[in-house]
């Protein structure tokens, strides 16, 4: 008989614990006689998933496209500005504190600015989740270009390669791993960003039935939300770990020759 694969082990074993999870959870909340107002059953939360999917289906496709709008305008910010930076010593020494500094900044302190600015609905909301998804993708972009040795670099000079030809065939391809590890941290920041701004100043989305939810003292409806948000982000952190492996599948087999 065949042994179980690593991966296909790992997965049993997460699927596993994940229904573990939810079988404690559902036993907890029976043998503690906890209110639904306090934690609702995973199965109330399955129900009222089921029976308002037919409302709940709009704000996801909303909040699913706000996210990707800001966290894909995120990364093509954040890309241009790790190449601008990481390419550049002085430029790294110079805006690096800018960046910190604004990346400190609690975005719930910048959305009532969108909010003047463009007025409460989409765009704010997609704004947020780009802002919150920038800095990232900067710091792995930047940190994988100044990860290219001088030594490479002055020997790719000797043989006549121009500094332009060093970041567009040895920089931006060693940057890869840092980028997809950046992605996979900016499209969760994203989800926060864009339900934060639901929230605060918008008429639609997962954040708006939340909120509402809750001023109704609808806790499965909360419910139901986050694990729809727990859901999308699964599905897109999948669809990034994918592409990686497909895009950097030499990092992949480096790291697998160096743990075996």
């Not at 780009?130 to 290219?148: D, E, Q, Y």
């Not at 920041?189 to 509402?212: H, R, Y």
């Not at 982000?233 to 990092?251: D, F, H, I, K, P």
Request: aromatic share 8%; hydrophobic share 55%; charged share 10%.
């Amino acid at each position: 008989m065949n042994a179980i694969s690593p991966v296909l082990r790992q997965r049993l074993l997460s699927t596993g614990a994940l229904l573990g999870f939810f079988v404690l959870w559902e036993l907890a909340c029976l043998a503690g006689g906890i209110s639904d107002l306090v934690l609702p059953r995973p199965s109330q939360i399955a129900h009222v998933l089921l029976e308002k999917m037919p409302l709940l289906w709009p704000h996801t496709v909303q909040t699913l496209y706000t996210t990707l709008a800001g966290f894909v305008l995120g990364v093509a910010a954040g890309v241009l500005i790790g190449v601008a930076i990481g390419s550049s010593k002085l430029a790294y020494d110079v805006t690096y504190p800018l960046l910190v500094g604004f990346s400190s900044i609690p975005k719930v302190a910048v959305v009532p600015l969108f909010v003047v600015w463009f007025g409460a609905g989409t765009v704010p909301a997609i704004l947020t989740s780009m802002v919150i998804s920038i800095f990232p993708v900067v710091v792995n972009v930047a940190t994988g270009l100044a990860s290219t040795e001088p030594e490479l670099e002055d020997v790719l000079r000797v043989l006549g390669a121009r500094k332009r030809d060093i970041l567009w065939n040895v920089g931006l391809p060693r940057t890869l791993p840092y980028l997809f590890a950046s992605l996979k941290i900016a499209i969760t920041l994203a989800f926060v960003g864009t339900v934060l701004s639901e929230t605060v100043a918008a008429n639609k989305g997962i954040g708006t039935v939340m909120m509402i939810a809750s001023g109704n003292f609808d806790v499965p409806m909360v419910f139901a939300g986050l694990f729809l948000l727990a859901a999308m982000g699964v599905l897109l952190y999948t669809v990034s770990a994918l592409v990686e492996r497909r895009m950097t599948g030499w990092a992949q087999r480096k790291t697998d020759m160096a743990m075996a």
